[in-house]
C-alpha cells in the first residue's frame, strides 16, 4: 500500500464520522416527518427503514456503473456530501408539501390512501439515500486491493457507525428535543458540508491514479456464491423486521417518541459495531492459528 496515501486515510476516518453522524440525524428526522404525514408510525417505520436500505444498496450498485474510475474518488466523494446535503434540505420541505398536496386531491382515510401516502413519500428519500449508498464505494476505489488497504474500508465503516450513532442520539436527546426538525435537518447539512470540503482539499494533495482495465479485477461469481448472497439478504430481512417490532414493542411501553426510536437505533448500531468486531477478531484469531499449524 503506497505511503503517500496511506497518510491520508485515518483523516477520511474522520470524514465518515461526520457522514454516518449526518445520516442519522436525517433518518430520526424523516422518522418524525413520516409519522407527521403518513401517520401511522410502523408504516412511516416500514417505509424509512426499507427506503433507507435500498436506496443504499441501489447507490452502491450503480456508482461503479455510472461514474468512471478516472474521477479522484475523493472528489466524487465530496460531491456525494454536498448532494446529500442538497436532498436533505429538500426532502424537509418535499415531504409535508406532499403529504398535504395528497390529502388536498384525495381521500384522507382507508388503508389505500395510507399505502399511496407512503409510496409518494418514500419517492422523496430515494435520492438522498442513494447518494449515502454511493459514499463508501467512492472512496474506496482509493483503496488498493491489498491485505493493508482492505483494512482499512473495516475502519471506515467502524468510524462510520461511530458518527452513526453518535448521530441518532445527538438528534433524538439534543436536537429534536431542545430545537425543532429544521435545526436538526441544518446540522446534518453543515456536517454534509464541512466533511465535503475537507475532502475536496484533501484530493488536491492526495495521489491517485486510476486503474487500468489490465490492473481490474473481475470474473463471474461461482454458484456458491448465490448462496451466500441469500443468506445475507435473509440476515438483513429479519435484522430489519425485527427492529420495526422493538420499536413498536418499546413505543408501546415508553411512547411512539424520538427519545424511543433515537435509542433503538444506537443500541442497534452498537451490536452491529460489536459484532463486526468480534467476527474480525475471530478471523485474524483464525488466520494465526492456520499460520501456526493448528487447523488444517
Known sequence: FRSATLRWLPALILLFIGSGCAALIYEVVWFQLLQLNIGSSAVSLGVLLGVYMGGMCLGSLLLPRRIAAVHHPLKVYAYLELGIGAFGLLVLFAVPFVGDLYTSIASSGGPTSLILRAVVASICLIPPTL??????????????????????????????????????????????????????????????????LIALALSKVAPYTPPTPTTEIGGKAGSGVTLVYVAIALSGFTALGGEVVWTRLLSLLFGGTAYTFSLILAVFLIGLGIGSTIGSEDRKSTRLNSSHGYIS
Do not use: K
Open 131 to 196: 447518494l449515502m449508498g454511493a459514499t463508501l464505494p467512492a472512496v474506496a476505489r482509493w483503496v488498493q486491493t491489498t491485505p493493508s488497504g482492505v483494512s482499512w474500508l473495516g475502519y471506515f465503516y467502524g468510524g462510520n457507525l461511530v458518527g452513526a450513532v453518535a448521530g441518532s442520539l445527538v438528534a433524538g436527546y439534543y436536537l429534536l428535543r431542545v430545537y425543532d426538525m429544521p435545526t436538526a435537518t441544518y446540522a446534518a447539512v453543515a456536517l454534509n458540508v464541512v466533511v465535503a
